[in-house]
């Protein structure tokens, strides 16, 4: 019986076009860049959880895939997998279209943990309104 190929979980919350600016030393798209594109991403959906600022307190089971390319489509998908008195865990997945000939593949999947903080940084209950 054929596999169902992979589909990205949770909701897109950010798309970028991977730019020559963003290589690293082998031509490939440097990890950082896209580790920022996924807490941009990600936090999208703990401000919306958490209705307040957020700070990043952990990245976890942090895999790189495969390598993206400049030119690259890159998107990030996300979705809340628990949520505690303070944090928020967000499993985040980077999927890469190439060009109409290559389908759209996961490189990149993390598992970021967001905070609620007040206005002097500090942690505070996630209030469910
Ligand atoms: C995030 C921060 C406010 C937490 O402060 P703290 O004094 O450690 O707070 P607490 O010990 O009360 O923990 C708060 C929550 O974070 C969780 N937490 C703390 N450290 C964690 C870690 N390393 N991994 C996962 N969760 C963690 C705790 O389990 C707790 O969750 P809960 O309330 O849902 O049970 C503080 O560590 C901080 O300011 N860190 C720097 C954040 C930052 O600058 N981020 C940007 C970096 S790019």
């Not at 990245?59 to 990030?76: E, Q, T």
Request: charged share 20%; proline share 5%; aromatic share 6%.
């Amino acid at each position: 019986m054929a596999t169902k190929p992979r589909q990205p979980k949770g909701e897109l919350v950010s798309r970028a076009i991977a730019m020559p600016a963003d290589t690293n030393a082998n031509g490939d798209i440097f990890g950082g860049w896209v580790m920022a594109q996924m807490d941009l991403g990600a936090s999208v959906v703990a401000r919306r959880v958490a209705k307040r600022r957020v700070t990043t307190v952990a990245v976890d089971a942090m895999s790189f895939l495969y390598p993206i390319s400049v030119g690259d489509l890159v998107s990030c998908y996300a979705q809340l997998m628990q949520q505690g008195n303070t944090s928020m865990k967000i499993n985040v997945e980077v999927w890469v279209e190439r060009n109409i000939a290559i389908d759209p593949h996961c490189t990149t999947e993390a598992i970021f943990t967001y905070v609620a903080i007040d206005e002097n940084g500090r942690p505070v209950p996630i209030c469910l309104r």
